[in-house]
Each structure stands twice: as structure tokens, then as C-alpha cells.
């Protein structure tokens, strides 16, 4: 009886460590992997995540010897009703020009929905030199059932791209965040 109650106690101590290490994996696999996961692709700029934020072009400088192809894709999230594409499936620039595109969605559902897109541009080495000055991804977009538009997109290449890079490929996901936001406050406006 004395040798299977020490058995017992080291199965439940064994039992306790083990908790403790799934626990301990939990929480660094969701509170401290995807800040660092974030904190490394803005350093190195990895995942193609541009910025967030509207770039100047006051300082931008047409490089009229150079062309640059920029492709764009749009996809939407499996959870996202609504219909959008580019209206505009590449266009060449000179780096420093500033160009304007537009994207079109619509949303086929009778419901109010909101959507925010996600940019990401490839190859991942080009992701500093892309830089909009404008563009529907900085806030989300509502569109009631039935309607649809044309949302802008304003962008430069920088100069400094390295000249190796002769095509860049903006794609954006489009996910559904109604349930997100406060569409009380939106449907009021």
C-alpha cells in the first residue's frame, strides 16, 4: 500500500508540473508571442505589413528614368459578404510619382456592415519603400445592404527602392468587424 501511495504522489506531482508548463505555453503563445511577432516585422519588415498611417510626399522626387510595376490584389476574409476588387489590376510608375487608384466593393447583403482592410505588400524587401498618402485601409469602411462605392487609394514608390525590385504586389484582406464596432452609433449617422 506504501509503494502505490508514493506512486500516487509522483503522478500527481507530475500531473501539477505539467498543468503548470501548459499553462506557462498558453500565456506566452498568446500574450507575449504575437507583441514580439509584431515588434520584429515592424523592425525588419517581414509580413509586408505597411504603415498605418499616412506617409508625406512632400519630399518625394520623380525618378523619370525608372519604372516600377505595382499589382493589386484584393481578397476577402471567408466571413466577409461583401464583392471587392481593384479597379485597376497594375499600373507602372516612376518611382516618386504619386498615383491614385480606387477599389470597389459593394456589399450584396440587406444588413449594415463594416470592413477593414488589411495591407500587406510583397516582396517583403519592398515594404519600406511603399508609401500611401491616402488609403481606405486606415479606417473602416460601412457600407449599408444594397450600396457599394469606390474607395481611393494614393501612393508613391520611394526612390531609395533598391533597383532590383522592378515589381511590387499590394494585396489587401477585407474582414467583417460589424460585430466589433458600434453599428448603433454608425446607423445613427
Excluded at 527602392?161 to 522592378?166: A, G
Amino acid at each position: 500500500m506504501t509503494e502505490q501511495h508514493s506512486v500516487q504522489q509522483a503522478n500527481r506531482k507530475l500531473i501539477k508540473k505539467l498543468s503548470l508548463i501548459v499553462v506557462g505555453m498558453f500565456i506566452f503563445a498568446v500574450g507575449v508571442l504575437p507583441p514580439m511577432y509584431d515588434a520584429i516585422c515592424d523592425i525588419t519588415g517581414l509580413n509586408g505589413k505597411t504603415d498605418n498611417e499616412a506617409a508625406s510626399a512632400e519630399d518625394a522626387v520623380v525618378v523619370e528614368d525608372r519604372m516600377v510595376t505595382i499589382q493589386f490584389l484584393a481578397n476577402t476574409d471567408p466571413a466577409m459578404p461583401w464583392d471587392f476588387k481593384p479597379n485597376t489590376f497594375s499600373v507602372k510608375v516612376h518611382p516618386g510619382q504619386i498615383q491614385k487608384v480606387d477599389f470597389h466593393v459593394r456589399n450584396p447583403t440587406t444588413q449594415l456592415i463594416v470592413g477593414q482592410a488589411i495591407p500587406s505588400v510583397s516582396p517583403a524587401q519592398a515594404t519600406p519603400y511603399f508609401k500611401k498618402t491616402e488609403c481606405f485601409c486606415f479606417q473602416s469602411q460601412e457600407l449599408n445592404g444594397g450600396e457599394e462605392m469606390d474607395m481611393p487609394l494614393i501612393f508613391y514608390v520611394d526612390p531609395e527602392l533598391p533597383k532590383s525590385v522592378r515589381t511590387i504586389t499590394l494585396s489587401y484582406q477585407l474582414y467583417d468587424i460589424t460585430k466589433s464596432t458600434d453599428t448603433d452609433s454608425l446607423a445613427a449617422k
